[in-house]
């Protein structure tokens, strides 16, 4: 069973918060999504999909021991469903239009994480004092960074490093990434959007992330962080201590 801990906060300089998060402990699923959009089209796309992954659970819940086959065709399926949602909703409303999120999710079963992301939120594994990125970031810049074009360096203050490549209810088909993990006891699982990770450098994360806390108060400390290295986006985290 996880230790378990949450938390969203607008930052300083948004006026409303467009990122959302969803535990499912019943289920042992956990969601970070982080919307995109003018107005507040971004909020609405980022809760209609963690409400549509947390109905889809609900509804038909994946089972205790499924193979890595299973759980890519339950969250591609779940996935598909909330995408064309959120792009419908997007066509129908003209003020909306455009509008997608970020997601990614954590399925723990038995001591397997499954990961699924679509975006660049991401998904961290911290082990004896050893953090490690588990999801892929679907950005321009990390596309670059990848094929050799531009340096880590280069990437850190890229002009365009906001610019995101895949998202939830952009197009009418959406493709995530899957990924799993073996877990061992006292792992902690950090989901969190870019609005932690781009405040806090990986250091502080750790120094953070090794404090003997309960996970509230490591969420709550993760974010207090965020504001303190400036806040600019939203920021929202979910840690689990295995």
């Not at 280069?154 to 493709?175: C, D, F, W, Y």
């Amino acid at each position: 069973m996880a230790q378990i801990g949450f938390k969203s906060n607008t930052g300083v300089i948004r006026d409303n918060n467009e990122d959302a998060c969803f535990v499912i402990p019943s289920h042992d699923v956990y969601v970070v999504a982080d919307g995109v959009g003018g107005n507040n089209a971004g909020e609405i796309a980022s809760r209609t999909a963690v409400r549509g992954i947390a109905e889809y659970v609900a509804s038909m819940p994946i089972g205790d021991d499924p193979d890595e086959e299973e759980v890519c065709d339950y969250f591609s399926d779940c996935l598909a469903k909330v995408n064309d949602e959120i792009y419908q909703l997007g066509k129908k409303h003209k003020e909306n239009m455009g509008m997608a999120t970020t997601v990614v999710i954590a399925c723990i079963r038995k001591d397997t994480a499954y990961v699924v992301n679509v975006g660049d939120s991401r998904a961290y594994l911290f082990r004896r004092g050893t953090l490690s990125q588990i999801t892929e970031d679907h950005t321009y810049v990390n596309e670059l960074l990848r094929t050799g074009v531009i340096t880590t360096e280069e990437a850190e203050n890229h002009s365009q490093k906001n610019v995101i490549t895949r998202a939830l209810g952009a197009e009418p088909a959406v493709r995530a990434d899957f990924f799993q993990t073996k877990l061992e006891e006292d792992d902690i699982l950090m989901l969190c959007s870019d609005g932690l990770y781009g405040e806090v450098d990986e250091q502080k994360l750790v120094e953070i992330l090794d404090k003997k806390n309960t996970m509230s108060g490591t969420c709550s400390r993760l974010v207090d962080e965020a504001i303190r290295c400036g806040g600019r986006d939203n920021i929202t985290v979910v840690c689990l201590k295995i």
